[in-house]
């Protein structure tokens, strides 16, 4: 049996990193998890508001980029006014 002590330590102690690494995934998830639902409930608010009464298609994009402006970093919020593309353009080669 003593032949077998060193495997059964190197299995032990891979078995406790692996129960560490796993707490820490979860607590990485869990933390990113709270952050995102942050955001989310911040934005739906203030999506909300936004729709409360009748406004202008100039005040919903004005609105909308405003409640977009902290989600993405500077310069990523803008909103564009694009042409809608025909079906399947998308699949079509440039």
């Known amino acids: ?3 077998l002590a060193p495997l ?3 299995l032990d102690s891979t078995l406790a990193s692996l129960k ?3 707490n820490r995934e979860q607590k990485f998830i ?3 998890a709270h ?3 942050t955001a989310v409930a911040i934005l739906k608010s203030t999506l909300q508001l936004l729709v409360c009464r009748p406004r202008t298609s100039v005040e919903y994009k004005e609105g909308l980029e405003r409640s977009l402006g902290g ?3 500077a310069g990523g ?3 564009r006014h694009t042409k809608p593309r025909p079906r399947g353009a998308a699949n079509r080669p440039s």
């Open 35 to 37: 952050e995102l639902k």
């Open 8 to 10: 059964v330590d190197a």
């Open 71 to 73: 989600l993405w970093p």
């Open 30 to 32: 869990a933390d990113a």
């Open 20 to 22: 560490r690494a796993f």
């Open 77 to 79: 919020t803008r909103l």
């Open 1 to 3: 049996m003593r032949e």
